[in-house]
């Protein structure tokens, strides 16, 4: 079943203590900071990091801890004897792309399928340009205030992993592989992965519970790069600057617009299709910084769009001799399928669990990337689980508490899967 047809006594029972796990979660000020001096980026992320070690162990699980780098990590044992490990990923960060401190997280019990008025700012969550709201009639939805993000990306996901755990440790007849936990910092930057020890970790796979709609498993994700333009202008008093003056946020400017806008663009792309996307400038007349995302799912496609953003750059500065440009290209991660594809019981095991569910699985490729992209290429296959939120990094975003609790009921079957699998 999908939607609003689903229903679950395994969810049903997870669902209070995990709503009262993501009131207190969303709650803490997590943001990510990009350009990090250290681990984690923010003082916010070790508060919950912190929050998550206590809870874990009152929870009944061991060795739970934060290193110096802000990571947590614990183990729940096994009861099969097997000494199969797996590993169950979230991160605590939230984007530093729209405002996330002080979340007010509201709960709107038995969602009527109509407009959600949000008590501040205006923001309304509108069904009619929102079709997986208008799935939720009945469902409890989750939102902030209209002014902050939720956080939901991913202390949802946070939540599903300590709400499975937990009822898994208060059962011990049900069977389980030994369970590796980990919390990573500054996903939300492309930093996730970094300082993530995968030997300490020993586990064989892992999944990172960060997706979207109820019934998700990803095994694909899009090859990133992450593109600074930087361009050098001349700066000079502007009441003397006749014939001296080159203004370096012009030329910015016109980069910018020289870009198609009709194709290559995240607003007008969907699917397999990837695209170049400015995200931010920062500009004086002296000088000025476009940093670009450069997204595609093939290695080829990839390429020429990077050809295409420098190209364009520099064809722009080139119409004025006195301007330089700098163009520096990072690969953030790379399609996790190249790595997942050798290990197909992973995937094999993440299906079967959200069926033994309830929910008929979607296999679909991310727009985007998790931890796993970097985990999967280092080494650990890590694909990605659904966490029933939407609408991420915006200040419309919102979670349904059902479809929160099928994604931590479908860890607790992802468990007993395991252990038929790993005998």
């Given at each position: 079943?999908?939607?609003?047809?689903?229903?679950?006594?395994?969810?049903?029972?997870?669902?209070?203590?995990?709503?009262?796990?993501?009131?207190?979660?969303?709650?803490?000020?997590?943001?990510?900071?990009?350009?990090?001096?250290?681990?984690?980026?923010?003082?916010?992320?070790?508060?919950?990091g912190?929050?998550?070690?206590?809870?874990?162990?009152?929870?009944?699980?061991?060795?739970?801890?934060?290193?110096?780098?802000g990571?947590?990590?614990a183990?729940?044992?096994?009861?099969?004897?097997?000494?199969?490990?797996?590993?169950?990923?979230?991160?605590?960060?939230?984007?530093?792309?729209?405002?996330?401190a002080?979340?007010?997280?509201?709960?709107?019990?038995?969602?009527?399928?109509?407009?959600?008025?949000?008590?501040?700012?205006?923001?309304?969550?509108?069904?009619?340009?929102?079709?997986?709201?208008?799935?939720?009639?009945?469902?409890?939805?989750v939102?902030?205030?209209?002014?902050?993000?939720?956080?939901?990306?991913?202390?949802?996901?946070?939540?599903?992993?300590?709400?499975?755990?937990?009822?898994?440790?208060?059962?011990?007849e049900?069977p389980?592989?030994?369970?590796?936990?980990?919390?990573?910092?500054?996903?939300?930057i492309?930093?996730?992965?970094t300082?993530?020890?995968?030997?300490?970790?020993?586990a064989?796979?892992?999944?990172?519970i960060?997706?979207?709609?109820?019934?998700?498993v990803?095994?694909?994700?899009?090859?990133?790069y992450?593109?600074?333009?930087?361009?050098?202008?001349?700066?000079?008093?502007p009441?003397?600057?006749?014939?001296?003056?080159?203004?370096?946020?012009?030329?910015?400017?016109?980069?910018?617009?020289?870009?198609?806008?009709?194709?290559?663009?995240?607003e007008?792309?969907?699917?397999?299709?990837?695209?170049?996307?400015?995200?931010?400038?920062?500009a004086?007349?002296?000088?000025?910084?476009?940093?670009?995302?450069?997204?595609?799912?093939?290695?080829?496609?990839?390429?020429?769009?990077?050809?295409?953003?420098?190209?364009?750059a520099?064809?722009?500065?080139?119409?004025?001799?006195?301007?330089?440009l700098?163009?520096?290209?990072?690969?953030q991660?790379?399609?996790?399928?190249?790595?997942?594809?050798?290990?197909?019981?992973?995937?094999?095991?993440?299906?079967?669990?959200?069926?033994?569910?309830?929910?008929?699985?979607?296999r679909?490729?991310i727009?985007?990337?998790?931890d796993?992209?970097?985990?999967?290429?280092?080494?650990?296959?890590?694909?990605?689980?659904?966490?029933?939120?939407?609408?991420?990094?915006?200040?419309?975003?919102?979670a349904?508490?059902?479809d929160?609790?099928?994604?931590?009921?479908?860890?607790?079957?992802?468990?007993?899967?395991?252990t038929?699998?790993?005998q």
């Amino acid at each position: 079943m999908t939607g609003a047809s689903y229903t679950s006594p395994l969810a049903e029972a997870l669902a209070p203590g995990l709503l009262s796990r993501f009131d207190r979660y969303v709650r803490v000020d997590t943001q990510s900071r990009r350009d990090r001096t250290g681990s984690p980026s923010t003082p916010g992320q070790l508060e919950l990091g912190r929050m998550l070690v206590a809870e874990c162990s009152d929870a009944g699980l061991i060795d739970a801890e934060i290193d110096q780098h802000g990571y947590v990590t614990a183990t729940l044992p096994a009861t099969d004897g097997s000494g199969l490990v797996i590993g169950l990923i979230a991160h605590l960060d939230t984007t530093p792309d729209s405002p996330g401190a002080g979340v007010q997280p509201i709960v709107h019990r038995s969602y009527d399928g109509g407009v959600v008025v949000l008590p501040r700012e205006g923001t309304c969550l509108d069904p009619a340009s929102m079709p997986e709201l208008s799935a939720k009639r009945g469902h409890d939805i989750v939102t902030a205030s209209g002014d902050t993000l939720l956080g939901a990306d991913d202390k949802a996901g946070v939540a599903a992993i300590m709400s499975a755990v937990a009822h898994l440790a208060a059962h011990p007849e049900l069977p389980r592989p030994t369970l590796r936990i980990a919390f990573t910092p500054d996903e939300e930057i492309g930093e996730g992965a970094t300082l993530f020890d995968l030997e300490r970790f020993g586990a064989v796979c892992a999944y990172t519970i960060d997706g979207s709609v109820l019934g998700e498993v990803q095994d694909e994700t899009f090859t990133a790069y992450e593109a600074i333009l930087t361009v050098h202008g001349v700066e000079v008093h502007p009441g003397q600057a006749t014939g001296k003056l080159v203004n370096a946020l012009r030329l910015a400017a016109q980069i910018v617009a020289a870009l198609p806008s009709d194709t290559l663009t995240p607003e007008t792309t969907s699917g397999r299709e990837g695209f170049i996307h400015p995200y931010e400038l920062t500009a004086t007349a002296g000088q000025a910084q476009i940093r670009a995302i450069v997204r595609d799912f093939g290695e080829e496609e990839l390429e020429r769009h990077l050809a295409l953003l420098e190209h364009t750059a520099r064809e722009v500065v080139a119409a004025e001799p006195r301007a330089r440009l700098e163009f520096d290209v990072r690969r953030q991660y790379r399609n996790m399928r190249h790595y997942i594809d050798a290990a197909p019981r992973v995937i094999q095991a993440a299906l079967e669990a959200i069926r033994a569910e309830g929910i008929e699985p979607l296999r679909r490729p991310i727009r985007g990337g998790t931890d796993g992209s970097r985990l999967s290429e280092m080494g650990l296959p890590t694909p990605n689980i659904f966490t029933g939120g939407h609408e991420y990094h915006s200040v419309c975003e919102w979670a349904s508490v059902q479809d929160m609790a099928a994604a931590a009921a479908t860890i607790v079957r992802l468990a007993e899967v395991w252990t038929r699998m790993g005998q």
